[in-house]
């Protein structure tokens, strides 16, 4: 065979490799577990839908049968994979500017106010003698144009964006179960925006330590939260100090710029011991509140997580006091004193307790340093009682307010089993029967955030103004990201179900269906083909199995009928709409132009999205 033909035969076979190979690169891992729905006495329809309740922020129009086409299983590897492309919604995100930022960018661009009126003095445009003194309206006006001036912005403005970012993911992404998971782990992780200390990292913290790390082992997710700044600030580990020990330094006595390393001895750094993030880490992390531990092991893990800090980030922002020592020492010699510097954490020799500690029976030896932290944090992420523990907070959040313990049982088995391997725990879980038992449909609640998005991305809404919602969200009682105790919010239905919440539930889908929520819209004829029911009451049959898709909704008509005749009810919209007032920024929409028809329609539609049975998942 001539030369040029076997070269391009040679060609050919290497392209059909690379094909094949591609090909089984973008399948999904071999599915090897079938979904016992059918012994539940469900169809695949029904199946399909309690899928989409449970891994979305609620079904959109024709989600079922495009979960049937691809097939449960696969769909929810897909899902679970979370690598489906996002067009629409990346460029939604690419008008949001700052969400990408890194913390140090964030610290130079969004400086706190102290800083910035320290920087001002600095720069000789305030006189520190005229602060809170004279003209504070000039005073403040002075502060503005020095941030124009210089490129700074408030800190509200990133947090603004910041939550416009999660309610447009939630809303818009194919990759559903990614989203869901993220919140998940965020709230299991919580840290919140109400201290203004940790609150400029918290953008970061969710982008680059929680969303990465949703499905893989929950031993790195622990990790890489422990070196957060946002969680190192939030429970206070950054600024705990131990006995101080010998590090290296160069000494400058030597000539021809030779460099002999030798032993200095520092002070013990201010602040102390701090407790906060030891206790934290087992009571909500990993080991849960019965999960065998003392008082004794808190203290003895806080003094072994003594020196994990914050790395210097800004020009004189955080960690800048620490940015000083390091240039002393110099980058070539921190590892040797035992510095470990990885992106925006710092173990800081000087700072750790180099005594011994034991931890649930485990002896830490004398001079551990930074391997003493990581090995704390892998033990408590491979204990049983961390298996158990986030075993029943995940199947409460997917399964039901009250899990059984066969389930239970089930999934710590897998997360022991599979080291920790959040993907298999999910995996297990949904496989078993207890997932698809009859109890277990719409037993959850939504909360406020589920309840808002799972409505708009049932009417197919338009989001222009992504904080619109996130104001009828608060309203309703969960401000995201604001939720000041490292708990987290509740994950229980009872939390979220009052007479006040429930009339702000009214309230909501009132003033979501009729148009009058500023930035969100939604064409109502066009969810039903444009067709226009013959009356309010068939407009109630059809468009509640629109929005609640596969469910029985003879009771839920039943109930929702009497409401249609309710003589009032147009002006109890006009109302539910300017209940909000102009709060958190909110703004009404005046006079919206809707026909008596689209008015009609728009209340059934509100009904049914205050009803008792939208309130469930």
Known sequence: MKAPIRIFFSFLFVLFLTILFSSFQREPMSLKFKFPYKQAGLTERQAAAHLLSRFTYGASIGDVDRVLKTGLEKWFMQQLEGNIEDKELDTMLAKLDDINLTNTEVENKYPRGARVLRMAIKDGVINKDSVNKGDQVAYRKQIKNYMEMNGLKAPQELYRQFINQKILRATYTNNQLRELLTDFWFNHFNVSIIKNQCAPFIPAFERDVIRPNVTGKFSDLLLATAKSPAMLIYLDNFNSSGQPVPIAQKDSSLMNGETRVKKMQFKKKQGGLNENYAREVMELHTLGVDGGYTQNDVTQAARVLTGWTIAPMGEEGYGSAMKKLMDKVGADNLEKQGFVHQGDF???????????????????????????????????AHNPSTAKFISKKIATRFVSDQPSPKLIDKMSKTFMKTDGDIKQVLIAMVSSSEFWNADALREKTKSPFELAISAVRSLDAKITQPYQLFSWISKMGQKMYYYQAPTGFPDRGQYWINTGALLNRMNFGLALASQRIPGVKIDLEALNNNHEPESAEAALTTYSKIIMPERNLDATIKRLKPLLKEPDLDKKVEKAANTMGNDDGMAIVKNNKINKKGSELAQVVGIILGSPEFQRK
Do not use: Q
């Open 346 to 380: 710092l173990f800081v020799p000087t700072k750790h307790d180099n005594g011994e500690k034991t931890v649930l029976g485990k002896r830490f030896s004398a001079n551990g340093g930074y391997e003493e932290g990581v090995t704390l944090l892998t033990m408590l």
